[in-house]
């Protein structure tokens, strides 16, 4: 149950940004410059965080997406899914975690 | 109360209100492409993560225009960002019209937000399509190179 609305949560959060960095990258064909600028933002710190709270939903949902996968075509997928969602958290885990100790400290290091 | 059909009874065909016939299995088509879009796009997610904010020096501060003309500068690349783009929109957008179905009572909000997904959806795929394959990584106004161009344009 609550996997299923932090699907629809982090879903639709992914779908969002999408939307909004499609238009970003899209300065690419206004000039080096205006990209560069727009690209600056995201060199914030608070876009930063904002960005790794964006790869933590993206990594759920994709664990999850996994999990409802397996489930749906594996005949003995319903009766482990429990077994399923722990495996799919220890992934999340070791993959964020080192992510974000190389991410953070390039939004908190040098400069 | 009335009991439930048997699961293994035979389909019976109900017409009138509240039931609609359809003569396509577009919804079943749909649930098969999330979980197999889903399973591309993690893949494809992943390695654009990885690409974007692991790999380089600065991780998200080395992004700039000649970041991106250097990735763009393979064809590998722009079909990687290509697939991403139509996969994840399409993905994306089917979820969406998910909510609208679960969460809009009124048949007209319904309409009007599936309208409204549509034309995000085309208007960014569109746009998205045309980036990549109309990008010119050594951008030139009157014969001169504009600033922030990658060093590859100055030979």
């Given at each position: ?110 400069e | 109360m009335t009991a439930i059909a048997d699961p293994k009874a035979p389909r019976t065909r ?142």
């Amino acid at each position: 149950m609550w996997s299923w609305v932090l699907h629809r949560v982090t879903g639709f959060l992914i779908f969002m940004f999408l939307l909004v960095h499609v238009l970003d990258t899209a300065m690419v064909r206004v000039s080096p410059e205006t990209y560069d600028n727009i690209m600056g933002t995201y060199h914030n710190w608070v876009m930063g965080l904002a960005e790794a709270g964006l790869v933590a939903a993206i990594l759920v949902h994709a664990f999850n997406g996994l999990r409802i996968v397996v489930v749906d075509f594996w005949s003995k997928g319903p009766k482990y899914q429990k077994t399923l969602l722990w495996i799919g958290v220890a992934a999340l885990v070791l993959l964020l975690v080192p992510f974000l100790v190389i991410h953070l400290s390039h939004i908190f290091g040098g400069e | 109360m009335t009991a439930i059909a048997d699961p293994k009874a035979p389909r019976t065909r109900q017409t009138g209100p509240g039931r609609r016939v359809t003569r396509t299995n577009a919804e079943a088509v749909g649930w098969v492409f999330m979980r197999v879009s889903g399973v591309v796009l993690v893949a494809l997610v992943l390695g654009h993560l990885v690409a974007n904010l692991v790999v380089p020096a600065d991780g998200v501060r080395s992004i700039d225009f000649a970041f991106v003309a250097g990735k763009w500068s393979s064809l590998g690349w722009q079909l990687w960002d290509l697939l991403l783009l139509w996969l994840a929109m399409i993905h994306g957008a089917n979820g969406v019209r998910t909510f609208i179905n679960d969460y809009a009572t009124k048949s007209t909000t319904r309409l009007w937000l599936k309208v409204l997904v549509g034309i995000a959806f085309a208007a960014v795929v569109v746009l998205g399509t045309l980036v990549i394959f109309t990008f010119d990584p050594c951008p030139m106004v009157d014969g001169a190179l504009l600033d922030g161009a990658p060093g590859f344009c100055t030979p």
